[in-house]
């Protein structure tokens, strides 16, 4: 997979490439886990934010620890980095999923 352009006011080059990846990880998990299941990628993307902000905290608050740039004054930055994990993911998410109208009788469960 690609990174995804994903517009992130106020993040620099480095921090916003590196949590695209993030996001492009978080995904592939994902994938990974519907090929376990034998399931279909079908729907919206299944992640959340709170979700995203964990994984800038597990995957990015260490490197930016290393940099001297955490803890940073700026809790913007911390949303902003996680809405571009988010929307790395969900972007991945949706060039593989399938749209829930191809699956009709998967959303019809009144029978």
Not at 6 to 26: F, N, S, Y
Not at 28 to 44: I, M, N
Not at 75 to 88: L, W
Request: aromatic share 10%; hydrophobic share 45%.
């Amino acid at each position: 997979m690609k990174p995804v352009a994903v517009p992130a006011t106020g993040l620099d080059a480095e921090l916003r490439t590196r949590a695209e990846g993030v996001g492009l990880q978080w995904a592939q998990r994902w994938f990974d886990r519907a090929e376990r299941e034998q399931r279909a990628l079908v729907g919206g993307w299944p992640g959340t934010m709170s979700e995203a902000r964990a994984h800038v905290v597990r995957a990015l608050v260490p490197w930016l620890r290393e940099c001297g740039r955490w803890p940073a004054a700026d809790v913007t930055n911390f949303e902003a980095t996680a809405r571009v994990v988010y929307s790395s993911a969900r972007a991945a998410w949706r060039q593989r999923s399938v749209a829930d109208s191809v699956f009709p009788h998967a959303l019809n469960r009144e029978s």
